[in-house]
């Protein structure tokens, strides 16, 4: 049996992406999403998720191109004076791995950003990363040791098939091969703690190679491909005009990725596929 789960991340950045994540719910295909706490749209995401009880949320840790929930004093540190995280997610990486005075402040961080959205009362249904942070070697490391402290059961486990990434959209190959074969490195490292840990994660995650550019033409073609078991499709839905958006992710085709998450096609596919919706609860949404 082949199952999807369809999530859409950067929940709580902005009006713009809340707005975009619920109208894929409630009219199309989204079965979860990952909420960032420290986003200017935080609060609103929240009161949307409640009004939405059946929309799972999971949390998308941000320590890069964002803002910190824990104020951090003491030097090196890990943002700059005004609490924002560095915005070159290589530089950011380097620094995590290689300042080993950033281990306490990562913790501290992570735990806060877990911590936030626990006060929400939403229930925390699995893990993953703003720009995939959360593969990042010191940063799993925290998390394998957070995550069964506070129930976290699922993660994401992102590594995606180069080769059948480029069949389905030939362009880029060389920073798709750099991508795929660091990931996939990144993956092999976790996924013994992961299985020690009984912590759940899907065969494959697709979204990674092709970030931003979720179409329904992609999308048609990328559920023909599909493996055996569970897989995680993410995505960047977004309703223009808006700021952070247009700041962080100018190049992302949002408003595609939105018309491929309600593509009566796509709902169509799904079903003489005989492709099941589900979210990490193992709850199964209709097509």
């Not at 950011?92 to 626990?118: D, H, T, V």
Request: with cysteine; proline share 5%.
């Amino acid at each position: 049996m082949k199952q999807l789960i369809v999530n859409a991340d950067d929940f709580g950045l902005s009006s713009g992406a809340n707005s975009a994540i619920i109208k894929a719910w409630q009219e199309g295909i989204l079965t979860s999403a990952s909420l960032m706490v420290g986003g200017k749209g935080f609060d609103e995401a929240v009161t949307l998720a409640r009004e939405n009880p059946g929309l799972q949320v999971g949390l998308h840790l941000t320590l890069v191109q964002g803002r910190a929930v824990v104020e951090h004093f003491t030097f090196p540190s890990l943002t700059d004076p005004a609490g924002n995280f560095p915005v070159d997610p290589v530089m950011a990486g380097m620094r995590m791995f290689f300042l080993k005075p950033l281990r306490r402040q990562l913790k501290s961080e992570i735990e806060g950003q877990i911590r936030r959205f626990l006060d929400t009362g939403l229930p925390l249904s699995h893990i993953d990363g703003h720009l995939n942070i959360h593969m990042h070697p010191t940063v799993f490391d925290i998390l394998a040791e957070l995550m069964p402290r506070y129930g976290i059961s699922s993660f994401r486990l992102s590594r995606e098939r180069f080769g059948v990434d480029l069949q389905l959209a030939p362009y880029r190959r060389l920073g798709k091969m750099a991508d795929a074969f660091i990931f996939g490195r990144l993956a092999e490292r976790c996924r013994p703690e992961l299985d020690r840990r009984k912590i759940a994660y899907t065969v494959e995650v697709k979204g990674l190679l092709n970030s931003g550019r979720m179409t329904e033409e992609y999308l048609l073609k990328a559920l023909d491909v599909l493996q055996d078991g569970v897989t995680e499709i993410y995505f960047h839905p977004g309703c223009q005009p808006d700021d952070e958006l247009a700041f962080w992710m100018p190049d992302y085709r949002h408003e595609a990725e939105l018309s491929a998450l309600t593509s009566p096609m796509v709902r169509e596919k799904l079903t003489r596929l005989g492709i099941e919706l589900r979210n990490y609860r193992g709850e199964i949404k209709h097509a």
